[in-house]
């Protein structure tokens, strides 16, 4: 790793843990952080957690896992030409989906509708929820205990009344203060690996073809420089050509806009970032172009009847599980039973209950509840 700059998140100044532990021996803090994530129940399931397609309708597509494998990939290539904190990126991006309901989007809006009348549903505050207290894997305390900076980053997005309930991790959402530069970096090395990889699922999975996506300016730039070098380059490759030369020149972009902030504001230290505007960034240019693939996207893929169906699916069997469970919680399996009678909130354990579920899961409890054939005591 090149040496820190000064505004970076430095490990030994980290603001702790919630629980004090002795410091790590042979890695940094955040390495431990990443280490901890990833040998996380939750880390492990977004293997079987939707991007766009359910999980069942094919090997080849996205999962949260290999989104969120690549989201740390970039991100940690342009932390190290600006000198931020690798490690800190890297966990950052692997943790951020680790609250992700299963069926992606769809089952998020589901069960926030379901959760409407008991604080909402949001996934960013579940991966916190997740990583502070459901993981059950040490003696000493409840979730991970990761450090206030990956803690940090994973908390995207909060309203004000959910940000006092979270003390000292939801007080820059009061303050209108920023977060380090390895969350902002986090988050949109995020929305390069989404928006380019959703394109090559949506073209493998036949919903978008070659031509539609020639006419987004953005793509057919790439398209043409790619047939320029390689003229008879067949269909598969040239996707892969071409999705590859737009994450590189989107990185270059972020790198080169971020890094002139950095220096006209020369910040002496983290404080100093969390006081400026936001400072990773894109260049104008850049984000007109991502607004247009992304209404593309919205027109072409996401609101393509085949994905509206699977949506509608999904979204009715989140709905029938939160009404079976918080209607009569013995149907809960016995630890969340359990959990709901100790914390008296059959809501919010229901909650936790789904949204920890991956597709095929979510799949099965569905039909093992509702479907008359499953009635044995052979599939519980």
């Not at 380090?180 to 073809?209: F, K, V």
């Not at 040239?238 to 806009?257: C, G, K, V």
């Not at 260049?283 to 009847?305: D, N």
């Amino acid at each position: 790793m090149s040496e820190l700059a000064p505004y970076a998140a430095n490990p030994e100044s980290s603001r702790g843990r919630r629980f004090h532990e002795e410091p790590p021996e042979g890695r940094t803090e955040f390495q431990r952080d990443r280490d901890r994530i990833i040998h996380s129940s939750a880390f492990r399931r977004l293997e079987y957690k939707t991007q766009v397609f359910v999980n069942h309708e094919g090997d080849l597509f996205r999962t949260r896992l290999t989104h969120s494998i690549e989201v740390a990939q970039i991100g940690r290539s342009i932390a190290r030409n600006l000198r931020l904190n690798e490690d800190l990126v890297e966990a950052i991006s692997l943790a951020h989906d680790l609250g992700h309901t299963p069926f992606g989007h769809a089952g998020q809006d589901a069960l926030n509708e379901c959760m409407k009348s008991h604080g909402g549903f949001e996934h960013n505050l579940q991966s916190l929820r997740v990583v502070d207290l459901l993981e059950e894997r040490y003696g000493a305390f409840d979730g991970l205990n990761l450090s206030f900076e990956t803690r940090e980053g994973i908390l995207k997005h909060c309203s004000a009344k959910n940000a006092v309930l979270l003390e000292g991790i939801g007080e820059r959402f009061l303050k209108k203060l920023q977060p380090g530069l390895e969350a902002q970096l986090a988050n949109l090395a995020d929305e390069i690996a989404y928006n380019n990889h959703d394109i090559d699922d949506g073209l493998r999975s036949g919903l978008i073809t070659l031509e539609q996506i020639s006419a987004v300016p953005i793509i057919a730039r790439h398209i043409e420089a790619t047939r320029a070098v390689f003229p008879d380059i067949p269909g598969r490759r040239l996707i892969h050509e071409t999705i590859r030369r737009m994450i590189n020149s989107q990185a270059i972009d972020l790198t080169h806009e971020s890094r002139a902030n950095i220096e006209a504001l020369a910040p002496e230290n983290i404080e100093a970032i969390r006081h400026a505007p936001p400072l990773i960034a894109f260049s104008e240019e850049m984000r007109r172009a991502q607004h247009e693939l992304k209404q593309f996207l919205r027109a072409h893929l996401y609101q393509h009847y085949k994905v509206t169906r699977m949506s509608a699916k999904a979204r009715r069997i989140v709905a029938d599980l939160f009404q079976a469970f918080t209607s009569d919680g013995r149907l809960l399996p016995t630890q969340f039973q359990e959990k709901a009678q100790k914390d008296g909130d059959i809501m919010r354990t229901t909650a936790d209950y789904i949204a920890g579920m991956t597709d095929r899961y979510a799949i099965r409890e569905h039909r093992r509840l509702f479907a008359v054939e499953e009635i044995s005591l052979g599939n519980p």
